[in-house]
């Protein structure tokens, strides 16, 4: 999430899911930034990835899906 500025929000700190998942013992799959178009683009089913494939968001979708990629093929 960004301000108006631009400014990167961290909802839940920087790093926040990443902590929680090495306290857990889990795999942290990627962040995701929060966008209204994320929710947008899943009300009218058109993944915001086929809409916007070069997007930040787009971007991080695919790499989390890398990161699933790489934990089933080990």
């Known amino acids: 999430m960004v301000d108006r500025?631009?400014?990167?929000?961290?909802?839940?700190?920087?790093?926040?899911?990443r902590k929680m998942a090495e306290q857990r013992g889990i795999?942290?799959?990627g962040d995701i930034s929060?966008?209204?178009k994320i929710r947008e683009s899943g009300d009218s089913k058109n993944p915001i990835s086929n809409?916007?494939?070069?997007?930040?968001?787009a971007f991080e979708?695919?790499?989390?899906?890398e990161n699933?990629?790489?934990l089933i093929t080990r």
């Open 5 to 17: 500025a631009g400014n990167k929000i961290y909802l839940f700190g920087q790093d926040g899911a």
């Open 27 to 29: 795999n942290f799959l």
């Open 34 to 36: 929060l966008d209204i």
């Open 51 to 57: 809409l916007n494939p070069n997007s930040l968001i």
């Open 61 to 65: 979708y695919g790499r989390i899906a």
């Open 68 to 70: 699933i990629i790489d």
